[in-house]
């Protein structure tokens, strides 16, 4: 049986992703945005098992600055891959605490995500790793790995966030 | 020895497709709407198009020792690239001669020998059958019976490390075929300070649901930037709550694409025979490349006078291209270290890889900035390439309607100015001259009987 701290935890970390969820299937780009600190990354390897962003390439490896010209770029009236805005269900499943001995909290979990565009619907599976860090304001993310299980695949053009 | 394909079948089902219904598809300053959206006319193009050009395949570091070797496609028909064990690079095609299954699915790596999963036929790196099970089933050896094992590719060539294959028997060689192109595949090379470039950083593969030639024509035109990427011009320049180092690249050129008209009209586009061309005296590296005021650059800068001495650097670093597009299937930065290989499905389906290059000798800085610049570039997710992909698929399906016939190529129509090497340059760098020369060399191909 978990300790009662655990259970704690454990609560407060799957709810921490909920929101993060609801934010994204809500189109709440900017308080999504919020859950990040200044010195995140948002990575999307393009190989599996990828052991590094800066040494090859990436389907998203974005540090905080890119990922607000991200959030921007949908708030353009002429960002014409994002207009319409995909509709998205966001299925946080399997949530685990791997590690909680340093600054920052590790947390992996899976991600089932129905997309729906112009049309067409997409269906992602994913392994994701959060960093999590406690800061004044509460939770955020420092860092975020989501492993697209089609990831090697030829792809058509994403323009969801996981 | 019979054609490499053969379309007879296609010719029979849709027997208007003929050289003289082809000529009326092609005018001087435009071109009908079936060239985009004609399926017969597709299955001609990979005869008479793909069938015949020289196609790039990648990069001779991709199968650097003997036995390594990566699959892809020429055109459509899927092939094994391998170095043989004589040091030769083979062009097999991926299709057992026996009962026809795929024998190799790997997308990379190296070995010995290929063998099919489905009856154990084995063969070489040079595609030999080598082994295959109850020998004495078959009244004369097999490999005599099926043409010495996997089909080859008929010719097979490099410029620079570059590897190219034509389905074609006969044909102009590779230096003719490249022609005054082959200096920006020399740009490419001379860049690096040993004087070699090497495949690295994983491969980008993304498809858009549209013809293979709207993104061969959208890579040189420089008026499209202003409008398709206006969103993400208009991002960078909100300016952020935080910067980095890894950024810089992929920022800067999400606002140079934001340039002034004054400076797509200055930029230098110029056009060869076979349909090939390229953009230059666009970026310079000070506009572009975050590691200018690095102390990696300047390392890299003195790396590159070890071997070319001061002049001759300033010469390289001096050589301002930006896309050259080899027709029918390839389009490369030699100055960003960026390289496309077309890849046409369908009439309305086209797969894109993108390849990342190491310059050998530079400092590692130089290659993380390349990576930075292609992830926001040419990734999958990127703010740059999706709007592009987006506006391939509105053509093609605008292009489905039938209420209007013809698409009008016509800017800078008239202008254009003869050049050096037998070269045209476009009156200015927004001309769509690059479109109207794929389409000659189109016509000359898809008119041609052999």
């Known amino acids: ?23 994204l299937d809500h189109g709440r780009l900017d308080e999504w945005l919020a859950l990040y600190t200044d010195d995140a990354t948002y990575w999307i390897p393009l190989e599996a098992n990828q052991a590094d962003p800066l040494t090859t390439s990436s ?10 010209v991200r959030v921007r770029q949908f708030q353009h009236p002429r960002a014409h891959a994002r207009i319409p805005a995909p509709r998205t269900v966001h299925q946080v499943g399997n949530v685990r605490v791997i590690e909680t001995g340093g600054r920052d909290v590790r947390v992996g979990s899976t991600l089932v995500l129905v997309e729906y565009r112009r049309e067409r619907q997409r269906l992602w599976g994913a392994i994701v790793e959060h960093r999590l860090r406690r800061t004044a304001e509460g939770l955020r993310i420092a860092a975020k790995r989501v492993d697209l299980v089609n990831s090697e695949a030829e792809l058509d053009g994403i323009v969801c966030i996981f | 020895m019979p054609r490499w394909s053969s379309v007879t079948q296609t010719e029979l089902q849709y027997a208007f497709v003929n050289v003289q219904s082809i000529k009326g598809l092609v005018q001087a300053d435009r071109v009908h709407r079936a060239v985009y959206s004609d399926p017969a006319l597709f299955e001609l193009e990979l005869d008479r198009i ?17 036995g390594d070797f990566f699959t892809t496609r020429l055109g459509r028909e899927p092939v094994i690239v391998a170095r043989h064990t004589d040091g030769s690079v083979r062009i097999l095609v991926n299709r057992c001669a026996h009962r026809g299954a795929r024998v190799c699915e790997a997308a990379a790596g190296s070995t010995a020998e290929f063998v099919c999963a ?3 036929w084995t063969y070489g790196t040079d595609g030999g059958l080598v082994g295959l099970p109850l020998r004495g089933g078959y009244t004369r050896p097999a490999a005599e019976s099926v043409g010495g094992g996997l089909t080859r590719v008929p010719r097979v060539d490099a410029y620079r490390g570059f590897l190219f294959a034509s389905l074609a028997e006969h044909g102009p060689t590779l230096a003719e075929f490249l022609g005054p192109l082959r200096a920006s595949f020399d740009d490419f090379v001379e860049r690096a300070p040993e004087g070699e470039v090497e495949v690295a950083g994983g491969v980008f593969k993304h498809v858009y649901q549209g013809n293979w030639k709207l993104v061969l024509e959208n890579h040189n035109d420089t008026v499209h930037p202003a409008f398709v990427h206006a969103s993400s011009i208009w991002a960078a ?11 810089e690249i992929g920022v800067r050129q999400m606002l140079q694409n934001g340039a002034p008209w004054e400076v797509w009209e200055n930029t230098g586009l110029w056009v060869s025979g076979h349909g090939h061309s390229w953009m230059a005296d666009y970026h310079d590296d000070s506009r572009l490349v975050a590691a200018l005021e690095h102390p990696a650059f300047a390392d890299y800068r003195a790396a590159l006078e070890r071997r070319l001495g001061r002049e ?3 010469r390289v670093l001096g050589e301002l291209r930006w896309n050259s ?3 029918p299937n390839c389009s490369f930065m030699s100055q960003f270290r960026q390289l496309r290989i077309v890849h046409p499905i369908a009439v309305d389906r086209t797969v894109v890889r993108a390849y990342s290059f190491r310059l050998k000798g530079a400092p590692e800085r130089m290659f993380r900035d390349t990576l930075a610049f292609s992830n926001v570039v040419n990734g999958t997710a990127s703010p740059v390439l999706t709007d592009d992909l987006e506006v391939y698929e509105r053509t093609q399906q605008g292009l489905a309607a039938r209420g209007s016939a013809w698409v009008f190529l016509g800017r800078g129509h008239g202008g254009d100015q003869p050049d050096r090497d037998g070269t045209v340059r476009g009156g200015t760098g927004t001309s769509e001259i690059h479109i109207r020369n794929q389409f000659a060399a189109w016509l000359e191909y898809m008119t041609a009987e052999s």
């Open chain 2, 118 to 120: 489905y009856h154990g």
């Open chain 2, 312 to 314: 001759g650097t300033v």
């Open chain 2, 237 to 247: 320049r909100q300016g952020t709550t935080a910067d980095g180092a890894y950024s």
């Open chain 2, 50 to 66: 793909f069938g015949r050009a020289w196609l790039i395949l990648g990069h001779e570091s991709q199968v650097h020792r003997p």
């Open chain 1, 59 to 68: 389907i998203v490896y974005d540090d905080r600055r890119l990922l607000e």
């Open chain 1, 1 to 23: 049986m978990r300790a009662a701290a655990d259970v704690e935890l454990y609560s407060e970390i799957e709810q921490f992703l909920y929101k993060e969820a609801w934010l």
């Open chain 2, 325 to 327: 597009i080899v027709c």
